[in-house]
């Protein structure tokens, strides 16, 4: 990929209402508009500071020990009862992503774990970054490494973090990101294979589409080359039944952002259990045509990708299980700006979803009281 379609990549990908599927050719002068404007969404919403967040460790329980299975509790603990033991350790990685706020959603996916008092998290930044700049000031991370911001994505020779000592790595690089040394990508691999807990999120499924491995974790992915070679396309037909399609064509595409209904498909699912069958996102993108091996692969929910809104007219995968070897990967294409990562639906699902990766159960079971219904969004907003 050169720069050029990578740099109008970005400005499709983060239009805020843009309903343009990766238009080629877009002035430098227009791209600078997109990104600003979709700056002032992200400002306008994010203020102020909101307590509510807090809210989620009130439905905390039990934190489970690795291999510990959590009994469901009929209702939530008081707030003094919460027994908590030793958090678990979580790994964010980050550094190269075409969603320019990624400095800013890596420190909400932080703050979000580590408010439940169930995760320690550590970041794991390559040297060498890749858009996100302007958050750097508000959103710092002190590392002692060097970072360089660069133009185009490079790859980081030295970035090699210690996998195992997490119980879940979660993704939150995105399009464009440099493939990582080949003894780092075999580390991975067996970490995951292993027994580890994998978390992908929205553009974390475009990266390194020429990794196999990496294919067969995710299930599905979009762009980065995926087309017919990577699998099939995945989405459930009107009749709700999972078809799998290996019409020839590229991986990936979406139309205007909006805020779209979540259809649950399996209830039982630890990570869907208890939501309503449908709740309203917030304002997200909604990825359609995603392909990939799909092998051991369970959606758990989906999302119709109406054709008015420049979808497929198909139900698309939103949360999504893949079993890798030993390990657990829990993968949702939701969560395109900060805006979307506010929605009390995908906290839920990105807390469950690591608690099922990190240890194949979720610990708490109770849906916030501000989760959105079927026709009502909801957000904490995040400073
Ligand atoms: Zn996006």
Redesign the pocket.
Known sequence: MNFATGFCRLVS??RPFGGLRHPRGISLASGIVAIASCCLVANAIGQPPNAQVVVSTRTSTVVAEASTAVSPTASAPAVAELAVAEPMDALILDGQNN?GVWPKTTIMIKKYLEQTGRYRVDIARTKYTWQGAEWFEKYPLHDGIVHEALGEPKADPDFHPEFSKYKVVISNLGYGAALWPETTQKDFEKYVAGGGGFVVL??ADNSFGDWKEFNTMIGLGGWGGRNEKSGPYVYLNQEGKEVRDNTPGNGGS?GAQHEFPIIVRDAEHPITKGMPKMWLHAQD?LYDRLRGPAVNMKVLATAYAAQDKGGTGRHEPMIMTIDYGKGRVFHTPMG??DYSMECVGFITVLLRGTDWAATGTVVHHEIPKDFPSADQSSKRPFE
Do not use: D, Q
């Open positions: 990908a983060i969603h929205h553009a979406h993108e395109h700006g």
